[in-house]
């Protein structure tokens, strides 16, 4: 890292890590018309093919003049610009120029193309540093791809940094300040001292003393392909069937002040049990999910900007601290690796 300056890589990092799969919308954000939505600092044309549901994604910048792709016309695997009807296909490759055939343009990959998967209920695209053929498997993990789970997706927009987010999910203590009313954070001590634990893919940072009681712990996964958060707040019988509330968290910066962020929420459940845990979510937690949600996009919205600069830290923040590290460190690699 001693070759960037922090800011240097802060302002990289700001944009997304390279070469990993994000999150970008909910599936149903894309159908067979073209949507345009901000993500990675990229400005993004998402588009359902009519006949196989196929999603693809395009920079959302016409190679003629600039116009957005969104805006024209959906042609299969294909986008047609409205300015002046330049066909791009799914590839980043002009296919068509009707006002001049056979012109250089025609043929040429002109626009950026990213790999696209669905998945889970949302939609990823894959941020290639370089171009590649095909990219690494997207591995989701078992809570959301496993019969023997089930999950709801919960996508939200936050008016702040995405990184605020990941600190915050980062921060297990918060849960027995800020969500203490909740009725599954109200148990447990305000008081803790915590760890990191490795693992083979990433880290846990946990409480020492208490485990199962509220929301004790925070897990960072990054198998190389993607980054992803799991962490588990204890419930009651009376919470219904498949014991602990397994959440998955994924952030994606929208801009420096906006991000995309989706949590689904796990229960492993099958059978009859898995309809009646989703009755009863839909039916009486899903509100008391939403109220905990918002307590954090209260508090993350009005951190300032510059609240990293201004911070006091303490044993609590022992996992923020080796994240926070762990982000400049990939970011850092990646800009050597620019570099060549």
Not at 69 to 93: N, Q
Not at 177 to 202: N, P, V, W, Y
């Amino acid at each position: 890292m001693s070759d960037f300056s922090m800011e240097q890589i802060d302002a990289y990092l700001a944009k997304g890590l390279k070469d990993r799969w994000h999150m970008v919308c909910p599936s149903r954000f894309v159908g067979d018309r073209a949507v345009s939505l901000r993500r990675l600092g990229y400005k993004l044309a998402l588009w359902r093919e009519p006949a196989n549901g196929k999603v693809h994604c395009l920079e959302d910048h016409c190679p003629h003049r600039g116009a957005p792709l969104s805006m024209g016309f959906v042609l299969g695997d294909r986008l047609g610009c409205a300015y002046h009807g330049v066909e791009v296909d799914c590839r980043g490759t002009v296919t068509r120029v009707p006002g001049s055939p056979g012109c250089k343009l025609e043929g040429a990959k002109a626009a950026r193309a990213f790999h696209v998967e669905e998945q889970a209920g949302m939609i990823f695209i894959y941020n290639a540093s370089q171009e590649v053929d095909a990219p690494p498997p997207l591995r989701l993990p078992e809570y959301l791809n496993s019969d023997e789970w089930s999950h709801f997706p919960c996508y939200v927009e936050w008016g702040n940094d995405y990184r605020y987010v990941a600190d915050n999910v980062m921060d297990p203590m918060h849960g027995a300040f800020l969500h203490k009313q909740s009725h599954t954070m109200s148990e447990g001590a305000s008081q803790a001292e915590f760890a990191i634990r490795d693992l083979e893919q990433g880290f846990v940072f946990e409480k020492t003393g208490q485990k199962n009681v509220n929301f004790d712990w925070t897990e960072l996964i990054d198998d190389g392909t993607a980054m992803w958060h799991r962490l588990e707040i204890p419930y009651p019988k009376t919470g219904g069937p498949g014991g602990n509330f397994t959440i998955i968290g994924m952030y994606t910066p929208i801009s420096r002040e906006l991000c995309a962020v989706v949590f689904w929420r796990c229960r492993k459940v099958s059978g009859w049990q898995r309809d009646t845990w989703r009755f009863l979510y839909k039916n009486r937690l899903e509100a008391r999910h939403w109220q905990v949600l918002e307590q954090d996009r209260i508090a993350l919205e009005n951190m300032e900007l510059d609240a990293w600069d201004r911070e006091f830290l303490y044993q609590h923040d022992m996992g923020i601290v080796r994240q926070r590290r762990y982000l400049r460190r990939l970011a850092a690699e990646q800009m050597a690796a620019a570099q060549g």
